[in-house]
């Protein structure tokens, strides 16, 4: 018993005495380094007394040299030169693993330290944020070869020299957010054959230089998005055979050419919203046997070539959201169109400028058949557009604009009955279109013929939707060339609306339909 207290209490004693003399260690070192000059070389960086200094560390771990792991700078004057001796001071504490510095004023970390960098060999993570970096030098990071993360985000980088990033190992992500590249050059991504990610969100990129990615081949993920990109070539993405995800939204892309991406034979997703695309080449997915997810929501697409999805049949998630698209056609959608019913797949088509025709048929069938949630509630509130047609030369030689609207009213109804046109008045136009828009047939509301008005495509029957005359052709036309289109005089007699032949009643009304139209011209 007693032998225990007397160990306890020795032990007890100790601890005061080791306390009482690091005290006074600490009063002698404080005198010293106020003798030291400032923003000059400092013993431990991570201990530094003097108010003067530029840069404040504070490390975990260890207050004693070289066995701190982590620090965390502050830089609070500017102007300090790149080979001041407080950057050799970081020699002090060669072990640490994580290394930040938060830039506190203005204009006072204008580059890469790198020659702090060089003494710490097992760095494995650097993060520099709110700085005022121009340009990231060849060699900034000193070859390090434990590195595995850069974060670089937030400071002003206009220029990533020529093997900026080179030599490195270890080196699996680097992050550029939110700076002011304007370019990616050759060689600034060097002998990386880690790297995994790569992210320039937020820059003002609008050149991309062929095979700047020719040395990151182990790249899984790409991040462009908001950037200012426009022209994109089948040499961009050279090298980037693993690349899994592509973000290239919010940039200024309005023409896909062909074979775009035929080197990313691993792409899963590739993110293509928000750009100003109005041209897809029919080929320009070539090669992506691999995609699952396409997003080219918000953009200006008013047409998809028929054949644009031959090349990525593996698709299970499109994005097709707020373009301009008329039509989307069952040939357009035929290649992946099993791809859709499962219940993770996803087909997103709102806010386009449909055309109410029999070419949106398939999306009844996919309702019906398909086990995904959002597919089913994105197809039942996709709308279409009932258009005026496109008129023919015929046509437009008519002045009075009432009668044409007119006219056209009186096409788009001819699917009602026979009294109807009889006991409607051709030549008094006004009151013939009303009661037309009126009438029910097989108790479907007749829609209204007025100019642009919206409807559900999935709540009118799939039968009553009108076919475009030129179905041999319509996959490939441009959209002005594929709304319905009024006949001129001498295609009257053939002139028939395709699906609507199951009864001969339909074909009869054709005929008075075409016969009206004859004494229409006549009158003008
Ligand atoms: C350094 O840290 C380790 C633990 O991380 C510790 O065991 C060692 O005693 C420390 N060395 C010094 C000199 O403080
Ligand atoms: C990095 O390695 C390259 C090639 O081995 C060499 O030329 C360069 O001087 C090295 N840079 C540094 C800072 O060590
Ligand atoms: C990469 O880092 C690990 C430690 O994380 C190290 O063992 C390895 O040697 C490094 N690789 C190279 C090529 O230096
Ligand atoms: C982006 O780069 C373009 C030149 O490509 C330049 O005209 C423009 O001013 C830059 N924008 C910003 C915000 O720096
Ligand atoms: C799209 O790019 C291709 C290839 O550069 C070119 O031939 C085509 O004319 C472009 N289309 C438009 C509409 O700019
Ligand atoms: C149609 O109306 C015109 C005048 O508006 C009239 O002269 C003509 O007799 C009417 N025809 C029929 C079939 O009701
Ligand atoms: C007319 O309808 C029949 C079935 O009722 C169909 O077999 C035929 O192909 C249709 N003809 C046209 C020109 O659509």
Redesign the pocket.
Known sequence: MGERVTRIMYIFITIALVNEMSTVQARDNNKRRSKEKAGGFQKNICDITDRDSKVHCYCENAREPRNATKAECWVFNGGIPSDDYIWQSFASQPTLQTLSFNVRVDGALGYVP?KAL?YLQRLRSINIKYGNIIDVRT?AF??LTYLKEVTLSQNQIEIIQQYAF??LPNLTMINLEDNMIVEIGLDSFFDLPKLQKLTFTKNNISRIKDGSFQHTFNLLELDLNKNNIQHLNRHTFDGLANLRKLDLRRNHIYNLTEFTFAELWNLQELLLGKNDLKYISERAFDGLSQLRKLSLDDNKLAALPSGLFEGVRGLSSLDLRSNELRALTYDNIKPILDNLKPPSSNLLLEENSFVCDCRLKWMHTLRDETKSQSTKESLESVTCKIDPPIVSSAYNNMDDTDSKLDFNKEILHAGITIETIDKNNITDKKTTAEDISKEHVNDIIIPSAKKGVKRTVLKIPPETLPCPIEKRTMTELIPYMIDPVIPIQNEMKTFRFQEMNTSSRVHSMATIVAWSICIAFSFT
Do not use: K, R, V
């Open positions: 790198t060089q060699f000193a070859n080179a030599h």
